[in-house]
């Protein structure tokens, strides 16, 4: 029975790519599936091979623990120089974004708050 690898919701294209090269370059049999049309299911990278599953999972493992170490490090240099995304930037770039998530915030904690004493 095929075992799900990896949910392919929210994951970059890059690191799709470097995970089927991963399973590629160990001879790891496996298949995608693709998004729904009405976005119920992201797809996925499926593991064919219940025996390779645990390897997969190890490699997986391994593989995430590099790239979050790489990422981490690359947002560290971006932000040394100057080229990392801060509230400051965010609010620069796209400031009818910010300003309008701020008031969905506060309206949303304005209404958690009030509720209690609405219900009285």
Do not use: C
Request: proline content about 5%; hydrophobic content about 45%.
């Amino acid at each position: 029975m095929s075992k799900l690898l990896l949910n392919l919701r929210n994951v970059p294209d890059d690191e799709a790519a470097e995970v089927r090269a991963l399973l590629d370059q160990h001879r790891i049999a496996y298949y995608e599936t693709t998004p729904s049309p009405w976005g119920i299911s992201a797809g996925g990278i499926w593991i064919s091979q219940p025996e390779q599953v645990a390897r997969a999972k190890a490699l997986m493992s391994e593989y995430q623990a590099q790239r979050g170490a790489r990422m981490r490090a690359e947002r560290e240099a971006a932000l040394r120089e100057g080229r990392g995304e801060t509230f400051g930037s965010l609010l620069r770039e796209r400031p009818g974004y910010v300003i309008g998530m701020l008031a969905a915030i506060l309206l949303v904690l304005g209404l958690t708050l009030a509720l209690p004493y609405m219900l009285l």
